[in-house]
């Protein structure tokens, strides 16, 4: 089956999932999620990304983010994938894909959804019953946006109304 290209819109933002090949978990301990965290921090820098939020689920990653050139989305993601593959793979004496084909991504136009898209991200982990409250989940950007956390990894939303 042909791959189809991804829609790609200058100025927008784009809610990012990748999963774990077969739905593994991709995140075992604490240090797991830490290092993920690690290489998305220097992929930001590296290809100019912002990132609005965040989660780290067991099997899959969310990540709302913007890009100053959108067509480097692809790179970004190639090279948090590859670097934490690369580091799962040597911890834990595996070889070959952690993740389940390409990543999806769904462009989302700045304006009142993007903060909902936010919140969306932010309260997986309650929709799956880990937590009963967002608040409670370490590895999430809920804590940092809601300003609970210091400022670490997340850049600042700008709503256009």
Partial sequence: MPVTSRILIEYACYHIIT???QKQRIFSENNDHARYLGILKRAKKKYK????S???MPNHVH????AEEVEKISKFMQ???????ACFNSKYDKVGHLWQGRFK???ILKGEYLV?????IEENPVRANMVDDPVKYKWSSYRERCLIAGKSMLDEIRVQL
């Fill in 54 to 56: 965040y989660c780290l």
């Fill in 19 to 21: 999963r774990g090949n």
């Fill in 105 to 107: 991504s769904k462009p």
């Fill in 116 to 120: 909902h898209c936010s919140t969306y």
């Fill in 49 to 52: 990304i912002s990132l609005y």
């Fill in 63 to 66: 990540l709302l983010i913007e």
């Fill in 79 to 85: 090279w948090v994938n590859r670097g934490y593959t």
